[in-house]
């Protein structure tokens, strides 16, 4: 027995198609169909337009070219 959940949709005379994985054999298989009595209702977008972020910056100029910033040099043998 396998499960497979997805959305289809009915026509108005009733009928739906159902795309079945390439592992299911061809032949005759007893099918339960279990449909909600209300229908998906697709969710209307109204996002709304923003400004962008403005966040602040502060320039202090280019790195020294002598810095490191390698852990070792930062901290001693106790790692402070």
Do not use: C
């Not at 005759?28 to 400004?51: F, N, S, W, Y």
């Amino acid at each position: 027995m396998k499960t497979i959940q997805t959305i289809a949709t009915v026509t108005a005379d009733g009928k739906i198609t159902l795309q079945l994985p390439a592992d299911i054999p061809p032949g005759e298989h007893q099918v339960v169909v279990i449909i909600d009595e209300k229908p998906l209702v697709e969710k209307v977008q109204t996002k709304e337009k923003r400004m962008p972020l403005n966040f602040p910056v502060d320039s202090y100029g280019s790195f020294p070219e002598n810095l490191s910033l390698r852990r070792e040099d930062m901290y001693d043998d106790w790692g402070r």
